[in-house]
């Protein structure tokens, strides 16, 4: 077992706090600004992660912060990089890693995470930055005959060997296989794809070694489609707690949720949900991006008039968030 980073791990766990996901690629990050007509820059986002970093008690709620590339080498309004603004406010930085999906050869549109290429090359580059965890995502689209047996295994082997890399850079990897909330599947094939997908990424990275105590799992909730009928909190409680149980092994640091598309309010009512159910052989936690973004990036438009209350707004989703960790969350 490597202390230090299981230590670290242990820091980005840490009760009754979460992970903030800001890590958007520019790409999905315009996409999000052109649906309110904000225009997207280099310093339209370096404004919107500033004031979501530099929010007001940001440091209560939040351990961690997964930056994407083009902000970690940015620099907050008083002159300090992202890096040492987050560290400032006793927050770790975290950096994502992969270089996003393509079409996989011979089964597209099921995609393959790239990214592998210079990698110890990048860590080392991001850990002198200060980022001290990464983050790589696979998706999985859930269907009759999906996701595709040998798709599933060829992102898996990839992202073991992510994570032994990650962690020969004295970094805690954040292994993220999301099976996407899309689609019309059931409840219940939602639960079968997902312990699939899982019992197979633990076997990959017990194959490469991986210490699992200096390693978190980012998972996707257990839910059906969006095409079908809305899951009631305490299915989804249930389903998702079966099959980490079932999948997931004791050792792993820590759990952290990604929200995938899910309202805010159903991602937190979720999440509540799976906190009423008590202790679990591990921690878990929140890692969101858009349900405690979006109702914020609409409160500021891109107007630094509306900063103060988009601030407002994101420190009392951050706070029901880590209330919901606990089961604590009451409307
Ligand atoms: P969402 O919470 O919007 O799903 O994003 C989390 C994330 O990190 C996706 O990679």
């Not at 349900?291 to 500021?300: E, G, I, R, T």
Request: hydrophobic share 40%.
């Amino acid at each position: 077992m490597n202390q230090s980073l299981s230590s670290l791990a242990m820091q980005l766990m840490a009760s009754p706090k979460g992970l903030l996901a800001a890590d958007e690629s520019d790409k999905t990050c315009s996409k999000r600004f052109d649906a309110l007509k904000i225009i997207s820059t280099k310093e339209s986002r370096r404004q919107w992660r500033q004031l979501l970093c530099m929010s007001p008690n940001v440091g209560l709620y939040i351990s961690g912060v997964i930056l994407f590339d083009e902000t970690i080498r940015q620099k907050t309004d008083s002159g300090q990089s992202f890096a040492e603004a987050l560290i400032k406010q006793g927050i770790l930085p975290g950096i994502k890693v992969d270089k996003g999906l393509v079409e996989m050869d011979n089964f597209a549109p099921q995609t393959i995470t790239e990214g592998l290429d210079g990698l110890s090359e990048r860590l080392q580059e991001y850990y002198q930055m200060g980022a001290r965890f990464t983050k790589w995502r696979s998706a999985f689209t859930i269907g009759s005959d999906l996701p595709s047996p040998a798709v599933v295994r060829a992102n898996l082997v990839v992202m073991a060997r992510y994570a032994s890399i990650v962690q020969s850079a004295k970094m805690v990897p954040i292994v993220e296989p999301e099976l996407i909330y899309d689609g019309e599947h059931s409840i219940a094939e939602s639960a079968r794809a997902t312990e699939l997908v899982l019992k197979i990424l633990f076997e990959e990275l017990k194959a490469l070694r991986v210490d699992l105590s200096g390693l978190i799992l980012k998972t996707s909730m257990v839910l059906a489609g969006t095409e079908t009928a809305i899951s009631k909190p305490k299915e989804v409680a249930g389903l998702t707690l079966r099959v980490l149980h079932a999948a997931v092994p004791r050792e792993v640091a820590g759990i952290v949720f990604l929200s995938g598309g899910q309202t805010s309010q159903q991602a937190t009512k979720n999440l509540n949900a799976i906190g009423v159910a008590g202790s679990q052989p591990w921690p878990i936690t929140y890692s969101y991006s858009r349900a405690v973004q979006d109702p914020v990036l609409k409160l500021w438009r891109g107007k630094n008039t509306n900063t103060k209350k988009a601030q407002i707004k994101f420190a009392q989703l951050l706070a029901q968030n880590s209330a919901a960790r606990g089961g604590e969350f009451a409307e």
